[in-house]
């Protein structure tokens, strides 16, 4: 399986950005890196994601490394409701199924 | 509307029933996940159905068995229930299961075994 490794957890002062890394030294060449998140006691929700080059959508940015072994979702102004755990993905083979590590709980101080 | 939904939303029981976990999917889309999220949070994924035929069987005890009588349902049945599967259980889909498609999950159904 696709392996990423994340921070355990981050905190962020409100309105501010925030980068959180990824590393995934074991991408493929035809890897997807995914980001989704989990609010507390909710389901995973969908962020953004991206094969090589940079992307950018309504609720953040996705920087991946010219040679795709890291990358790093930006969130441009956290607010409280950004609270949560962030995971790095990467899908691999054709049945789309994600396989989702450790994640980074996000905290947000006001 | 809510574009993926679960029943039920908590489900108590005690070691021995048998359970079933509902899954619909008002989206179009042809395929559905079940996924596990134990007590230390980890999210793994048990089955993959495309257009009601099975893709994806982790590995899963053969107790649980899902059933898919259409492609906008995605129903998870759970026989002789231990302890260990107590767990927040969420479905998911996507348009054709594509590693590049974006998955949308449920709320969770949260099942606690006694």
């Known amino acids: ?6 921070p355990n957890s981050m905190e962020s002062n409100e309105e501010e950005p925030v980068h959180l890394p990824c590393n995934h030294s074991t991408i493929s060449g ?45 969130l441009h102004r956290a607010t409280l409701r950004d609270a949560a755990v962030y995971y790095c993905i990467l899908s691999r083979g054709s049945q789309g199924n994600l396989i989702f590590g450790k994640g980074t709980k996000l905290s947000v101080k006001p | 509307d809510t574009a993926v939904s679960q029943t039920p939303k908590y489900l108590v029981t005690q070691m021995g029933n048998d359970k079933s ?55 998870l049945h759970i026989n002789s229930l231990e302890l260990g ?9 996507s348009s054709r299961g594509l590693r590049q498609e974006t998955q949308y999950f449920g709320p969770g159904t949260r099942l606690l075994v006694l």
């Open chain 2, 21 to 75: 976990i509902k899954c619909e999917q008002n989206l179009g889309h042809d395929t559905m996940y079940w996924y596990k999220q134990d007590s230390k949070k980890f999210l793994k994924i048990m089955f993959s159905y495309n257009n009601k035929e099975l893709i994806i069987n982790e590995t899963v005890p053969n107790r649980f068995s899902p059933k898919s009588p259409d492609k906008a349902h995605l129903n």
């Open chain 1, 30 to 74: 035809t890897d997807y890196i995914h980001w989704y998140r989990q609010l507390p006691s909710q389901g995973p929700e969908y962020v953004i994601h991206g094969l090589t080059s940079n992307v950018n959508n309504r609720m953040a940015s996705l920087a991946i490394a010219e040679d795709r072994k890291s990358s790093t979702l930006i």
């Open chain 2, 85 to 93: 599967d107590s767990a927040v259980y969420f479905c998911a889909s």
């Open chain 1, 1 to 6: 399986d696709a392996k990423t490794t994340q």
